[in-house]
C-alpha cells in the first residue's frame, strides 16, 4: 500500500481528488433523495438521480477544479479549504434549485440545504479519514521518526498539532519540569516527568527528543540537551533567534535556525510542477544574476532543466561567484551556462546578449535595491532602475523573446523614496510596452513582494553585527513593520507567477502578516543570552534606540494600490491590472529623466518623480535625524 501511495504523481492524485469529489456528489444527492421526503408529482427518486447526477457532477468538475480544491494535498486541508468545500456545496445546492425550477418543479428549501450539508460532511470527513489512512499506512511502514517533545507549554502544543498531518514525524509523549503538568493529557498525549525520560525512550522507541522550550535562557537549554544526549538520545531543539544570526552554537549537534523562522507563517515549498514547462528546454537569461535574488532565481531554474542559462550581472565578483557556485549543479543537469558581464543599460551589449544566445525568456532581477543607498544617489538609482529597465524590456520586445519578468517590490506601492519610486517608474514602463506589444508577441508582466530574509542588507545581518559590538541595536520607530519572505520562496513564486503570466499583470505573492521589527529586535537581543535594556529594566544588557524614519522610508509597506487583487491558480499568488500611463507620458518621463542623467541635474530627475509619482515623499513618519546614507537604520532589503 506504502508502494502504491509513493508511486502516484502529482497529477493523478489531482485526478483522484478530483473523481472522489465527484463520486461524493453523486453519493449526497442519492443519499438527499431518499432520505428526504418529496412531494407529490416529482419524479421517483431514481429518475431524479440519472437526470441530475450529470448535470450536477459536471457543474461541480468545474466548481473543484476553480476553487483548487484537487490540487490541495491530504495535509494542506485547512480551515481555507473547509470555507472551498462549503462554497462548493452552496453553489451546487442552488445549481439543484435552478435545475428543478428550469423543469418546472420545485422542492422545499430543506431538502436543497440537507443536499448541501451532507455534500459538505462528506467531503470534509473524506478527507480527515483518507490523511489518517495515509498517515497510519506510512508510520506501520516504518519510515516515520517517533519523538519525544520536552515542554507541554504552548510551543509543544503547536509542534504536536502540526506533527499529525506529517507522515514523517510521529509524536510520542511529552516531558516537562512542571510537577503540575505530570500526569495530564495534552493534545493526546501525556505529560511525564524528566525523571522517567530514559524509560520512555526505551519503552517506546523513541528517536528523538525535541527541545520545546524557547523560553529558557541558552545555557540552560545546554545544559538539558547534555543530560539527554548522555543518554544516547539524539536532541534537537526549536531553533533560536542567536543560531540564525551566527552568535552562537546551542550544542553542534542540535539544529541551526534558519530565517524561515522569523516568517510567522509556513514557508512556501510548493514545486513548480506546471510553471517549469516555461523554462524547460528554453534559453533563459537573469539579470543581476550575481544578487541575492537573481542567484536564487538561477539555482531554481536550472532544476527546470532550461537548454541555456545566461548570468548577466554588472559586478565581477559577482559573476565570478555565481558563475562558480552553479557550475557543476548545470553540468549535471545538462544546462550550458553562459557568463556575460555587462549592464542593463547598454543597449548594444543587451541586443547582442539577446542575439548570441537565442534568448527566450528574461528575469530582470537586476536593481539597486537598498533604500538608504538610493536615497543618497538617485540619478545613479533612476538610471539602472528605470532606464535599465526600459533598455533590457524594449531589447526584449524588439529581439521578439516568448516572455519577461520584472522583479518589483511592494515599495514601488506609493513610494516614498527614490529607490520605491524607480521600481514604480519600471513598472509603467512594462506596463506601457505590454499595452503595446502584437497579439502573439512577447508577454511582459511583473511580480511585486516585499522584504527578504537572509539577502544583502537585511535585518538579520545588521542585528547579528550591532550584537556583536554590544549594542545599541538601532530600529528606526517603534511601529514599523515589513513584510518578509525567505529567499528560496521568493524565488519559488517569481518563477511560478511568470509562467501563468498573459502580459501586463502585476503578480502579488501572499507573505503573511507583516511583522513588527522591534519584536526582532527584542528576540535577537534575548536569544542572543542577554537582556533588553530598557525603563523597566535598567540593568540590561543591550539597549534598544529609536532613530527615526530616515528619507525614503515608510512606516508600514504594501503590496497592492486598490485592494482589487484576484487568485490564481497558485494559493500563495495574486494578479491585479493596475492602470499605468499613456505612451506619449511614458516618452516625456523617459526624454526628462535621461536629459536630467546626461546633465547630472539630480534636481531636475526628483522633480520629474515628484510629478509623475503620487505620493511621492509622502507618507514619512519625522521620529529622528537618522542619516539616509546609514543601512543600519533600515529594516529593509
Known amino acids: 500500500m506504502e508502494t502504491l501511495l509513493r508511486s502516484l504523481s502529482r497529477r493523478h492524485k ?16 442519492a443519499v438527499t433523495l431518499w432520505a428526504m421526503h418529496l412531494p407529490a408529482g416529482f419524479p421517483p427518486p431514481g429518475v431524479a438521480l440519472i437526470v441530475a447526477a450529470p448535470i450536477l457532477s459536471v457543474t461541480a468538475a468545474g466548481l473543484a477544479v476553480g476553487l483548487g480544491l484537487p490540487s490541495l494535498s491530504l495535509a494542506e486541508y485547512d480551515s481555507s479549504a473547509t470555507i472551498r468545500s462549503a462554497l462548493l456545496a452552496i453553489c451546487l445546492a442552488v445549481a439543484a434549485y435552478v435545475l428543478t425550477s428550469a423543469v418546472g418543479l420545485s422542492l422545499p428549501f430543506v431538502i436543497y440545504a440537507g443536499f448541501a450539508v451532507t455534500l459538505f460532511l462528506s467531503m470534509f470527513l473524506s478527507r480527515v479519514v483518507a490523511l489518517q489512512v495515509v498517515l497510519s499506512v506510512y508510520r506501520r511502514g516504518g519510515h516515520v521518526t517517533r519523538v519525544l517533545i520536552y515542554g507541554a507549554g504552548a510551543t509543544g502544543t503547536q509542534l504536536v498539532r502540526a506533527f499529525r498531518s506529517h507522515k514523517g514525524i510521529h509524536p510520542i509523549a511529552f516531558v516537562d519540569d512542571k510537577p503540575s503538568m505530570q500526569g495530564l493529557t495534552i493534545a493526546g498525549l501525556t505529560v511525564y516527568g524528566p525523571t522517567r525520560i530514559a524509560e520512555i525512550a526505551e519503552k517506546k522507541r523513541i528517536h528523538r527528543v525535541l527541545l520545546a522550550v524557547p523560553s529558557l535562557s541558552p545555557p540552560k537549554q545546554a545544559r538539558i540537551a547534555a543530560r539527554l544526549q548522555a543518554m544516547g538520545l539524539e536532541v534537537q531543539t526549536l531553533p533560536s533567534f542567536a543560531q540564525l544570526i551566527g552568535t552562537e552554537a546551542l550544542i553542534d549537534r542540535l539544529e541551526t535556525l534558519k530565517p524561515q523562522m522569523l516568517l510567522g507563517r509556513d514557508e512556501v515549498k510548493t514545486p513548480l510542477m506546471e510553471g517549469a514547462v516555461s523554462y524547460a528546454g528554453k534559453s533563459v537569461l537573469v539579470s543581476g544574476a550575481g544578487g541575492s535574488i537573481g542567484a536564487e532565481l538561477c539555482r531554481q531554474l536550472i532544476e527546470c532543466a532550461p537548454k541555456r542559462l545566461v548570468l548577466y550581472e554588472m559586478s565581477e565578483i559577482a559573476l565570478f561567484t555565481v558563475h562558480r557556485e552553479l557550475r557543476r549543479l548545470a553540468e549535471a543537469m545538462q544546462v550550458e551556462l553562459v557568463p556575460v558581464l555587462g549592464s542593463v543599460c547598454d543597449a548594444r551589449q543587451v541586443r547582442q546578449a539577446l542575439s548570441d544566445h537565442g534568448v527566450e525568456v528574461i528575469l530582470h532581477a537586476a536593481a539597486y535595491k537598498h533604500v538608504a543607498m538610493v536615497q543618497c544617489n538617485p540619478l545613479a538609482g533612476l538610471a539602472n532602475n528605470v532606464l535599465g529597465t526600459q533598455v533590457i524590456a524594449a531589447g526584449a520586445v524588439e529581439a521578439g523573446i516568448e516572455r519577461f519578468i520584472l522583479i518589483s517590490t511592494d515599495k514601488a506601492v506609493r513610494p516614498s523614496g527614490v529607490m520605491g519610486a524607480s521600481k514604480r517608474l519600471a513598472e509603467l514602463i512594462v506596463q506601457d510596452l505590454a499595452s503595446r506589444v502584437p497579439e502573439g508577441g512577447p508577454i511582459l508582466s511583473m511580480v511585486r513582494f516585499g522584504n527578504v530574509l537572509g539577502s544583502s542588507g537585511s535585518v538579520v545581518p545588521i542585528f547579528h553585527e550591532q550584537i556583536r559590538r554590544g549594542g545599541p541595536v ?59 535594556q530598557s525603563e523597566a529594566n535598567p540593568n540590561g544588557d543591550i539597549r534598544i534606540d529609536y532613530i527615526g524614519l530616515a528619507e525614503g522610508e515608510k512606516l508600514h509597506e504594501e503590496l497592492f494600490f486598490d485592494g482589487s487583487e484576484r487568485p490564481t491558480a497558485h494559493r500563495k499568488i495574486f494578479r491585479v491590472r493596475e492602470a499605468g500611463v499613456s505612451e506619449f507620458e511614458m516618452a516625456d518621463i523617459l526624454r526628462t529623466l535621461r536629459r536630467a542623467v546626461d546633465e547630472g541635474d539630480a534636481e531636475a530627475a526628483l522633480s520629474l518623480v515628484r510629478r509623475r509619482i503620487s505620493g511621492f515623499g509622502s507618507d514619512r513618519l519625522e521620529t529622528g535625524n537618522a542619516s539616509p546614507a546609514d543601512p543600519a537604520s533600515l529594516p529593509g532589503r
Not at 14 to 29: A, E, I, M, N, P
Not at 484 to 511: C, K, N, P
Request: charged share 15%.
Open 14 to 29: 489531482y485526478t483522484l481528488f478530483l473523481v472522489c469529489d465527484l463520486v461524493l456528489v453523486v453519493f449526497s444527492l
Open 474 to 532: 538601532t530600529v528606526t520607530h517603534p511601529h514599523v513593520t515589513r513584510y518578509f519572505m525567505t529567499i528560496e520562496e521568493a524565488a519559488r513564486l517569481v518563477l511560478r507567477a511568470g509562467s501563468m503570466a498573459d502580459g501586463g499583470e502585476v503578480f502579488l505573492l501572499d507573505m503573511g502578516e507583516p511583522v513588527r521589527i522591534v519584536d526582532l529586535a527584542q528576540h535577537a537581543i534575548e536569544a542572543s543570552g542577554y537582556t533588553v
